[in-house]
């Protein structure tokens, strides 16, 4: 309650305490005391008092990363080609006859006949 407030209370009570029943104060006896209804005052509203509540809610989000890995098995051929080559040897013979006349061997005179 404000300091106004209270001292206009104080006044507008102690006015009707002193003649609010008819009598005058000293007139009543010790015990005797007039009841007053009590007055209702405006309310005093106060600044409100803030509250933060706070709350959680955990989610789960999947998160799917896949991967793959394909395996080539490559095959290669390598053609090697090689060229051998052979050699033979042959000794080739032939037979030559000759005739010679009579008396001479081997010499130019002799005549080959076949």
């Known amino acids: 309650m404000g300091y106004n407030n209270w001292n206009n209370f104080n006044n507008h009570n102690n006015y009707n305490h002193n003649n609010h029943c008819g009598n005058n104060h000293s007139q ?5 005391h007039c009841q007053q209804k009590p007055i209702v005052m ?5 600044p409100p008092k803030c509250n933060v509540t706070h709350s959680m809610q955990e989610y789960i ?10 395996h080539v098995n490559q095959s290669v051929y390598k053609h ?6 052979s050699q033979d040897q042959v000794a080739g013979a032939h037979s030559e006859h000759y005739h010679c006349p009579p008396g ?3 010499g130019n005179n002799c005549n080959r006949r076949w």
């Open 28 to 32: 009543m006896q010790p015990q005797q």
């Open 104 to 106: 001479q061997q081997y």
């Open 61 to 70: 989000v999947p998160e799917v990363h896949p991967s793959h890995t394909t």
């Open 80 to 85: 090697v080609h090689s060229y051998p080559h």
């Open 42 to 46: 405006p309310a005093v509203v106060h």
